[in-house]
C-alpha cells in the first residue's frame, strides 16, 4: 500500500509540474532538437554555394532581394523560399535543392551529396521567364508519405525519401522526388 502511494504521489507531482510547465509557456520535448542559431548557415553552406558558382554555368542561387514584394505578404522574412536541405534520395547525405536564376529565367537545380562533393540535377520542365516584379516561385521539403494530388487529374505517390514542393506563392505546382535512381515530377496541387 505505502509504495502504491508513493507512486500516486510521483504521478501527481510529475502532473503538477507538466501543468506549472504549461501555464508559464515553457514548452518540454524530448527528442527534437532546436533549430540551428543561423539557418541559412545549414542550407547555404560555402561548399554548396561554390559547387553551383562551379558547375552550374550561368546560373547562381535566388537571394530574398531576388523575391516578388507581394511573396512576403504570403511568408514571413525569416523563411528561405530559394533553398531547402535533407536528404532527397536516401543515402543519408545532405542533399539541397535551390531556386536559381539568370539574366532573365528562374530554375530549380538539386544537389546530391556524394561525400566530398556534389551531382547536380537541373529540372527541364521548370525553366520560367524571371517577372519584373520578382521571384514567385519557392521550394519547401516534403517528408515522406503519401501524397495525393487532385488537379490537373488525381494521382498519388508514396515517397520513400524527402521531396521537393515547388509552390508558387501558396500553391504546390510541382513534387520532385526520388525514385528508382533519379528525379522524378508529379504535376499538380
Known sequence: MKSTCLLFISLLSGIAACQSNASSGLTVQTGVTEEPANKRQVILPEAANSYVQKHVTGWEIATDADYAHLWWSFYDRDEIPFAVSAD?????????AYVIKKADSVGLVILTGTGNTFRHWLAPDFKIDLKKSGIEH?????????????????????LKSNGIALKEFEMRTKLYYWEDGRFKVLLGQ
Open 88 to 96: 532527397f534520395n536516401d543515402d543519408k547525405l545532405a542533399d539541397y
Open 138 to 158: 519557392g521550394i519547401s521539403v516534403v517528408p515522406p508519405g503519401q501524397v495525393d494530388v487532385l488537379r490537373p487529374e488525381m494521382k498519388s505517390v508514396v
